[in-house]
């Protein structure tokens, strides 16, 4: 019988001769040293960048939050700054220029005019009372901003420190906190603000009745019994959120290794909460924050416009909406201003929180 022949394996060498053949050949000038500009245009090293550094790069790129923050810059200035290039007061009634129309004046003023004096316009147009509501939509605008920041400030303190003790000793103690938030969850606000409300009145009233030249007693009877009762109200129902909030973001990072080792070393528990966990927590935390002055505005405004809100003669968006309904036809644009206004600080104030839970947000970054 005949040997069958084995076939050679069938080789994977690659033959480059004709290939370093199509290349020119080579220079002395190949073999110099690379220039410093050549060095630079090789290896381009980027500039390492801070989480805030890279979460502000983020946010700018989000058009939509950066539109809400210049709104949000330009109510700022109008409501805080505005007012002192304004002739009026927010509490002033001129006589004579009841129910004017935006940019228009009464024949008092138009007479000065003609005589040469200077008045300040009435861009927005005036109520009923001949009030300006250019210079009441600026003071309104402020009453709600300063309301919806002290409120969510109110919250930012209790909510991350309750949700913070919460999840960091866990336990039997994490069960009956998380209980409690639960039942405070099921109250309704609206009725504990109108509660309070009506139960401080009279204490509040007896109290600068007794004491009219006190400090206190100004303060408390320009902003009235409903703003206490505003404020009690965040500080007992509103700061459920984001205590919830934190108390999961510190589940997670009480197993970290640096909490491991603080533990160690003797760092007592507030230490740790204060110096290692709720700073880890700072993004939550803003996001959050600025979420909840929206809700606290609005909270506001509902109460101002059903009569609950901010005393007389101080002036709210909310209030100025509910005077206007009784000449809505009429004069619609003293119901239309205070309400575009509203609406549009709600709105900025909700896109940028957004924008800047996207941008601090570590999971989204690209």
């Not at 304004?86 to 009464?106: C, T, W």
């Not at 209980?179 to 969850?185: F, V």
């Not at 929206?294 to 416009?305: D, G, R, T, V, W």
Request: with cysteine; glycine share 6%.
């Amino acid at each position: 019988m005949a040997k069958l022949k084995k076939n050679p394996l069938p080789s994977f060498h690659v033959d480059v001769e004709p290939l370093l053949a199509q290349n020119e050949p080579l220079k002395a000038s190949d073999f110099e040293p690379a220039t410093e500009s050549q060095k630079e245009d090789f290896i381009k090293i980027r500039k390492s960048q801070s989480y805030w550094q890279d979460a502000f790069r983020r946010l700018r790129k989000n058009k939509i939050a950066m539109v809400a923050f210049f709104v949000i810059i330009l109510l700022i200035i109008f409501a805080f700054i505005g007012p002192f290039f304004v002739d009026y007061k927010y509490s002033q009634q001129i006589r004579g220029s009841e129910n004017l129309p935006p940019m228009a004046y009464s024949a008092a003023e138009q007479e000065l005019i003609d005589s040469g004096e200077k008045v300040f316009p009435h861009v927005f147009g005036t109520d009923n009372l001949g009030r300006d509501i250019l210079i009441r939509v600026m003071s309104g605008t402020r009453v709600s901003m300063t309301i919806g920041i002290v409120a969510s400030l109110i919250v930012l303190v209790i909510g991350s420190l309750y949700g913070a003790i919460s999840g960091y000793f866990g336990g039997r103690v994490d069960t009956i906190m998380m209980r409690i938030t639960e039942m405070i969850y099921s109250i309704p606000d609206i009725l504990i603000v109108l509660l309070l409300a009506t139960t401080l009145k009279p204490a509040i009233d007896a109290f600068i009745l007794k004491n009219p030249s006190h400090v206190m007693a100004k303060f408390l009877s320009s902003i009235g019994s409903s703003l206490i009762a505003i404020f009690i109200c965040f500080a007992l129902l509103y700061w459920v959120g984001m205590a919830r909030i934190i108390r999961g973001q510190i589940l997670q990072l009480k197993q970290q290794e640096y909490v491991v080792a603080a533990r160690a070393l003797g760092a007592s528990s507030g230490s740790i909460i204060r110096k290692h966990l709720l700073p880890n927590c700072i993004g939550q935390i803003i996001v959050n924050t600025c979420l909840q002055i929206p809700s606290a505005i609005f909270l506001e405004s509902f109460l101002s416009f059903l009569g609950n809100g901010v005393q007389a003669p101080m002036t709210s968006l909310g209030s100025m909406a509910s005077d206007a309904l009784s000449g809505m036809y009429t004069y619609t644009y003293r119901l239309v201003i205070p309400a575009i206004f509203l609406s549009v600080m709600i709105l900025a104030f909700n896109l940028f929180g957004d924008g800047l839970r996207d941008a601090l947000d570590p999971r989204l970054k690209k």
